[in-house]
T-cell receptor, first 110, second 113 residues
Framework: SQKIEQNSEALNIQEGKTATLTCNYT??????LQWYRQDPGRGPVFLLL?????KEKRKERLKVTFDTTLKQSLFHITASQPADSATYLC?????????FGKGTSLLVTP | DVKVTQSSRYLVKRTGEKVFLECVQD?????MFWYRQDPGLGLRLIYF???????EKGDIPEGYSVSREKKERFSLILESASTNQTSMYLC????????????FGSGTRLTVV
């Protein structure tokens, strides 16, 4: 069956460091992968989309890599700030809809 | 920016009641989706619609139905609410073409007592 796996354990890092979150998938052949941010009690917010032929994509302090051989995406936040604390979800398309991973909670402490 | 509005942020209903959750988008998007989100289970797709009056079941449609009479509005209906339908319900929309992210509403926290 299709699976999307993200670290269930929260990631705690110090302000200013780089946070790296992992998304692994099985039984997908995705043309692209998406990352979302979700704050408590709110809907997810779209951050980035990376296509299968793109190894890396950047947006401000965010960087996403996509390795279709390893079936893995890495999501980096450089110079992290307490305001980056949230849950981050990766998502893959399945037909018309998206399947989401369960997310990794990131806590950035001052 | 696309705006997706869900009619209620918090809702408390009694077991057996028929419940309507409304979602309205303002950008003429073809595709609309209903998810529920539960701790430890993540986001699960209930139903989606790719056009007016068109609907498709997602992964967990049992106990739910949907209605899309107008392009901008997608309603989720709990035919007879049960306590296991207590959850956060999220509506999302996406324009045609898959190279765009979803836009989500703020969610409705439904409690069935």
């Amino acid at each position: 069956s299709q699976k999307i796996e993200q670290n269930s354990e929260a990631l705690n890092i110090q302000e200013g460091k780089t946070a790296t979150l992992t998304c692994n998938y099985t039984n997908y052949s995705p043309a692209y992968l998406q990352w979302y941010r979700q704050d408590p009690g709110r809907g997810p917010v779209f951050l980035l989309l990376i296509r299968e032929n793109e190894k890396e994509k950047r947006k401000e302090r965010l960087k996403v890599t996509f390795d279709t051989t390893l079936k893995q995406s890495l999501f980096h936040i450089t110079a992290s700030q307490p305001a980056d604390s949230a849950t981050y979800l990766c998502a893959l398309v399945r037909g018309y809809a998206l399947n989401f991973g369960k997310g990794t909670s990131l806590l950035v402490t001052p | 920016d696309v705006k997706v509005t869900q009619s209620s942020r918090y809702l408390v209903k009694r077991t057996g009641e028929k419940v309507f959750l409304e979602c309205v988008q303002d950008m003429d998007h073809e595709n609309m989706f209903w998810y529920r989100q539960d701790p430890g289970l993540g986001l699960r797709l209930i139903y989606f619609s790719y056009d007016v009056k068109m609907k498709e079941k997602g992964d967990i449609p049992e106990g739910y139905s949907v209605s899309r009479e107008k392009k901008e509005r997608f309603s989720l209906i709990l035919e007879s609410a049960s306590t296991n339908q207590t959850s956060m319900y999220l509506c999302a929309t996406r324009t045609e073409g898959q190279l765009y992210g979803y836009t989500f509403g703020s969610g409705t926290r439904l409690t069935v007592v």
